[in-house]
């Protein structure tokens, strides 16, 4: 199986500032990388698949980049309605595994 | 518009089963597929395994191998997932999520959630 590792666990920031969660997996999975946005008590939102393709209807704020086993998704002025959790997941191969998620806090 | 409802929480005792339904509507059933993904309490989220709506292939992690079945009912657009010889870790919320028709691929339409507790 292929393990997915988020970094950092969480983070702090505040209104406005520029945030970036790492996502490592543990063999090539070329760009088959997806993020995902979790509030609490709600289902998972869709925000990027594919390394950097933004969902339709997501902020143009969300950003995500990388390819093989390093990836990236940066949020560029962070808002109130981004404090979250955020998943990576890989759909490479199955069974399709996520990340542990990284809390953004204020 | 597109959306999945699931059906409501189930409580249950250890060794029994746990059947969870997911309606589709607002777009064709059959051109996708539906994945399952739960969330224990506090934790991260778990992939259960997905149908095919176009063609009923399945894939399983091999973690519930075994123990769980996902169907479809194409008439009525709604896909099930049954999980068997529910343990108290199997306490968790389960989602539905809309897929790929021939690969499980990105979720990008999901459920409200079913919370499934099993507990004596």
């Known amino acids: 199986d292929i393990q997915m590792t988020q970094s950092p666990f969480s983070l702090s920031a505040s209104v406005g500032d520029r945030v970036t969660i790492t996502c490592r997996a543990s063999q090539n999975i070329n760009s088959n990388l997806i993020w995902y946005q979790q509030k609490p008590g709600k289902a998972p939102k869709l925000l990027i698949y594919a390394t950097s393709s933004l969902q339709s209807g997501v902020p143009s704020r969300f950003s995500g980049s990388g390819s093989g086993t390093d990836f990236t998704l940066t949020i560029s002025s962070l808002q109130p309605e981004d404090f979250a959790t955020y998943y990576c997941?890989?759909?490479?191969?199955?069974?399709?595994?996520f990340g542990g998620g990284t809390k953004v806090e204020i | 518009q597109v959306q999945l409802v699931q059906s409501g929480a189930e409580v249950k005792k250890p060794g029994a089963s746990v059947k969870v339904s997911c309606k589709a509507s607002?777009?064709?059933?059959?051109?996708?597929?539906i994945s399952w993904v739960r969330q224990a309490p506090g934790q991260g989220l778990e992939w259960m395994g997905w149908i095919s709506a176009y063609n009923g292939d399945t894939d399983y992690p091999q973690k519930v191998q075994g123990r769980v079945t996902m169907t479809t009912d194409t008439s009525t657009s709604t896909a099930y997932m049954e999980l068997r010889s529910l343990r108290s870790d199997d306490t968790a919320v389960y989602y539905c999520?809309?897929?790929?028709?021939?690969?499980?691929?990105?979720?990008?339409?999901w459920g409200k959630g079913t919370t499934v507790i099993v507990s004596t």
């Open positions: 999520a809309r897929g790929g028709r021939s690969l499980p691929g990105s979720m990008d339409v």
């Open positions: 997941q890989q759909n490479s191969s199955t069974p399709l595994t």
């Open positions: 607002g777009y064709t059933f059959t051109s996708y597929g």
